[in-house]
Nanobody, 127 residues
Framework: QLQLVESGGGLVQPGGSLRLTCEAS????????VGWFRQAPGKEREAVSC????????HYADSVKGRFTISRDKAKDTVYLQMNSLKPEDTAVYFC????????????????????RGQGTQVTVSS
C-alpha cells in the first residue's frame, strides 16, 4: 500500500518556525502533486498549500500566505512545508497528501480529495 510519512512537527513559540517534511514509501512522490492540510480539534480540515509534480505551480490558503512556503526536492523525493511567523491558530495536526492529477505536471489545487494521505504530525504553537 502506498504510504506517506510526515515529520518535523513539534512545539514552538509564537513567531517561531518549523519545517515539515513529507516522504513516500512504495511510490515515487515526484510523479504526484502534493498538498498539505491541517485539522485542529473541533474544526474542519483546512487545505494549507499544494505544489504540482513539476514544482512550477503552488497555491496557498489566505491564512498562511506570506508565512508558509511549499517546495519539493526531486533528488530526495521529498516535499517540504516551511512555516514561519507561526501563530497559536496554526496549531493543528498537519498531514500531506498526494494526487496524480491525471499526470498534469503543472497542476495542483486545494479542493481535490487527494488519493493518498499520511497520518499527520502535530504542530503546537504556544508560549
Amino acid at each position: 500500500q502506498l504510504q506517506l510519512v510526515e515529520s518535523g512537527g513539534g512545539l514552538v513559540q509564537p513567531g517561531g518556525s518549523l519545517r515539515l517534511t513529507c516522504e513516500a514509501s512504495r511510490f515515487t512522490l515526484a510523479n504526484y502533486g502534493v498538498g498539505w492540510f491541517r485539522q485542529a480539534p473541533g474544526k474542519e480540515r483546512e487545505a494549507v498549500s499544494c505544489i504540482s509534480s513539476g514544482g512550477g505551480t503552488t497555491h496557498y490558503a489566505d491564512s498562511v500566505k506570506g508565512r508558509f512556503t511549499i517546495s519539493r526536492d526531486k533528488a530526495k523525493d521529498t516535499v517540504y512545508l516551511q512555516m514561519n511567523s507561526l501563530k497559536p491558530e496554526d496549531t493543528a495536526v498537519y498531514f500531506c497528501a498526494a494526487d496524480g492529477f491525471d499526470h498534469e505536471s503543472w497542476y495542483c489545487d486545494l479542493t481535490t480529495e487527494y488519493d493518498y494521505r499520511g497520518q499527520g504530525t502535530q504542530v503546537t504553537v504556544s508560549s
